[in-house]
């Protein structure tokens, strides 16, 4: 089975924090996700990559950038945390669009 | 602009009941539609992915179908058990776009 992995589950940053969420996956798949998931609005698309160093913008990149260096490594950055940053953040990969595999979430506290 | 409607928002049933969760998009033009299960605090467990071409997918108590030119499909859960106890959530993959597009969920509570 695919495994996306995401290397912390709660993190606690302050204000003004630039903060890393890694996301590492391990069957060679093109595509990689950045969703947030927040009460009421669901799934929102932040970045997504279908190669090495290549990312496109997705619904709401305001606040954020990436970085892929290496294919199995999807990395997403806060650049100066704000507290309606809080969410959960959850990361996808897949191949193609033969389906879609996701980490187990990261729940992110900016106080 | 694609949207996924999953009704109801909320549903309870007792234990060992069928029911259908359902789902609906704005937008035939999809490349294949996925369910998925939300336990609280987690990530999301793909259950179920259906292709364009394919009308369902079967997966123990689980059938999930799809009728493209509608734009719908539902989940069949049979003879639920609490542990079945979870949000389900519905997502297509637009030809347009080649985005994911999520419902809201439905949030499933089966009680003993």
């Known amino acids: 089975d695919v495994k996306v992995t995401q290397s912390s589950r709660y993190l606690v940053k302050r204000t003004g924090e630039k903060v890393f969420l890694e996301c590492v996956q391990d069957m060679d798949h093109e595509n990689m996700f950045w969703y947030r998931q927040d009460p009421g609005l669901g799934l929102r698309l932040i970045y997504f990559s279908y190669d090495v160093k290549m990312k496109e913008k997705g619904d709401i990149p305001e606040g954020y950038s990436v970085s892929r260096e290496k294919k199995e490594r999807f990395s997403l950055i806060l650049e100066s945390a704000s507290t309606n940053q809080t969410s959960m953040y959850l990361c996808?990969?897949?191949?193609?669009?033969?389906?879609?595999?996701f980490g187990s979430g990261t729940r992110l506290t900016v106080v | 602009k694609q949207e996924v409607t999953q009704i109801p928002a909320a549903l309870s049933v007792p234990e060992g009941e069928n029911l259908v969760l359902n789902c609906s998009f704005t937008?035939?033009?999809?490349?294949?539609l996925q369910w998925f299960r939300q336990d609280p605090g987690k990530g999301l467990t793909s259950l179920l992915l259906i292709q364009s071409s394919q009308r369902e997918q079967t997966s123990g108590r689980l059938n999930a179908s799809l009728d493209k030119s509608s734009g719908r499909s539902t989940l069949y859960i049979a003879a639920s058990q609490p542990g079945d106890s979870a949000t389900y959530l519905c997502?297509?993959?637009?030809?347009?776009?080649?985005?994911?597009?999520f419902g809201q969920g439905t949030t499933l509570q089966v009680k003993p």
């Open positions: 997502a297509v993959v637009s030809s347009n776009t080649g985005k994911l597009i």
């Open positions: 937008d035939s033009a999809i490349y294949n």
């Open positions: 996808a990969s897949s191949f193609d669009r033969y389906g879609y595999t």
